[in-house]
């Protein structure tokens, strides 16, 4: 069945570079796009990019100069990057399976910016 | 970028109907194709889709839950509510890009 898992770090320092990981399984990432999706405590959910089928990639505007969405096809991850953190990026981030709409979620990792 | 409007909050008791509405800026429909999708999420889980394109009941969610509307309304209806679905329901677009969500309304008991 298809399976999506985040891992990361849970706490960055602010200014720093956010990694994290998103494992799939089930599912060929040649023939599927994932997006990020991140929802700071008590708010609502906020899209941050996809990284598509053929290796293309959409970015949120508001966040599009710090964040970075690449893959790994054999591995079967997807990687997020997003650099110059601050508290307002701490959130609960989520990667999903982008099939219009999004049809398999992970449980998401928690990330605290905070030094 | 499309704006989905919720209202914030919705009471209801157990055994009616509860019906979630959800308004874009500008219609997420193409020809036939209403581009719009509805989700359920509890406190500390991940969200769950229930309707995909307005209407369509996602694999083994309960018919109790139904989906309508298009252009720029659309609805989502639980009927008869039970316990279990109380939490926050969450419109999605993907006609256009970027993707983007409602703000949620949650589901409270009266």
């Known amino acids: 069945q298809v399976q999506l898992k985040e891992s990361g770090p849970g706490l960055v320092q602010p200014s720093q570079t956010l990694s994290l990981t998103c494992t799939v399984s089930g599912l060929s990432l040649t023939s599927n796009s994932v997006s990020w999706i991140r929802q700071p405590p008590g708010k609502g959910l906020e899209w941050m990019g996809v990284?598509?089928?053929?290796?293309?990639?959409d970015y949120n505007s508001a966040i599009k100069s710090r964040l970075s969405i690449s893959r790994d096809t054999s591995k079967s991850q997807v990687f997020l990057k997003m650099n110059s953190l601050q508290t307002e990026d701490t959130a609960m981030y989520f990667c999903?399976?982008?099939?219009?709409?999004?049809?398999?979620w992970g449980q998401g990792v928690m990330v605290t910016v905070s030094s | 970028d499309i704006v989905l409007t919720q209202s914030p909050a919705l009471a209801v008791s157990l055994g009616q109907r509860a019906t979630i509405s959800c308004r874009a800026s500008q219609s997420v429909s193409i020809s036939r194709y209403n581009l719009m999708h509805w989700y359920q999420q509890k406190p500390g889980q991940q969200p769950k889709l229930l309707i995909y394109r307005a209407s369509n009941l996602a694999s083994g969610i309960p018919a109790r839950f139904s989906g309508s509307g298009s252009g720029t309304d659309f609805t989502l209806t639980i009927n008869p509510v039970q316990a279990d679905d109380i939490a926050t329901y969450y419109c999605q677009q993907s006609r256009e890009s970027p993707d983007t969500f409602g703000a949620g309304t949650k589901l409270e008991l009266k």
């Open positions: 990284i598509w089928s053929n290796g293309g990639t």
């Open positions: 999903a399976r982008r099939g219009a709409p999004f049809d398999y």
